[in-house]
Nanobody, 116 residues
Framework: QVQLVESGGGLVQAGGSLRLSCAAS????????MGWYRQAPGKQRELVAA???????NYVDSVKGRFTISRDSAKNTVYLQMNSLKAEDTAVYYC??????????WGQGTQVSVSS
């Protein structure tokens, strides 16, 4: 069973930064893609950023230039560096991993709150 453990959420003022971490229980290269989703109250869960096993990245338009997804294969960890945070970034952030057989795994979520 794959486990994804997130950390790094918290409360920050607008304009501040946070770094989220997602530690996987097996090599991240066994996943075709890993990503970060978020869900704000009353809204649908949305893909924020993703990175493929080949290293390609993509971002939702609202975070381009502010967020960066990266990985450390030695630690089986994917990161989301979030800079210039805005109140509208407030949400529960979830780590996601898709296996090569299209099985999706999810972390438990970590709360990010940005005060204006």
């Amino acid at each position: 069973q794959v486990q994804l453990v997130e950390s790094g959420g918290g409360l920050v003022q607008a304009g501040g930064s946070l770094r989220l971490s997602c530690a996987a229980s097996r090599s991240i290269f066994t996943f075709s893609r890993m990503g970060w989703y978020r869900q704000a109250p009353g809204k649908q869960r949305e893909l924020v950023a993703a990175i493929t096993s080949g290293g390609a990245t993509n971002y939702v338009d609202s975070v381009k230039g502010r967020f960066t997804i990266s990985r450390d294969s030695a630690k089986n960890t994917v990161y989301l560096q979030m800079n210039s945070l805005k109140a509208e970034d407030t949400a529960v952030y979830y780590c996601n991993a898709n296996s090569r057989w299209n099985t999706a795994y999810w972390g438990q979520g970590t709360q990010v709150s940005v005060s204006s």
